[in-house]
Nanobody
Framework: QVQLVESGGGLVQAGGSLRLSCAAS????????MGWFRQAPGKEREFVAA????????YYADSVKGRFTISRDNARNTVYLQMNSLKADDAAVYYC?????????????????WGQGTQVTVSS
């Protein structure tokens, strides 16, 4: 089992940047594929980005390609989401998620463990 804690959310102006972090407990972090999802009020949780357990493969939603970058540091048990050129539509609660093994899901139902979320607010 793994516990996930997100941080780094906050208020940013449109066009600005934020870096989210997700710290994982346990000694097997490198065995987990990791994903970032977001949920805005009144909307379903949507996929943002995902990364394989080695970090060698990454996946992005079309809406964030070229602006967001997912990365991981297995020595620090942490996955990151660098968000640049933020837009009002990016405002949401951002969640990280983990799934053991090689498969890297882009659907929320594919993940076994979730963090509590961190709020990102974008002012225009």
């Amino acid at each position: 089992q793994v516990q996930l804690v997100e941080s780094g959310g906050g208020l940013v102006q449109a066009g600005g940047s934020l870096r989210l972090s997700c710290a994982a407990s346990g000694r097997t972090f490198s065995s987990y594929a990791m994903g970032w999802f977001r949920q805005a009020p009144g909307k379903e949780r949507e996929f943002v980005a995902a990364i394989s357990k080695s970090g060698g493969s990454t996946y992005y939603a079309d809406s964030v390609k070229g602006r967001f970058t997912i990365s991981r540091d297995n020595a620090r048990n942490t996955v990151y989401l660098q968000m640049n050129s933020l837009k009002a539509d990016d405002a949401a609660v951002y969640y990280c998620a983990a799934r053991p093994g090689l498969v890297v899901p882009t659907a929320a139902r594919g993940y076994d463990y979730w963090g509590q979320g961190t709020q990102v607010t974008v002012s225009s």
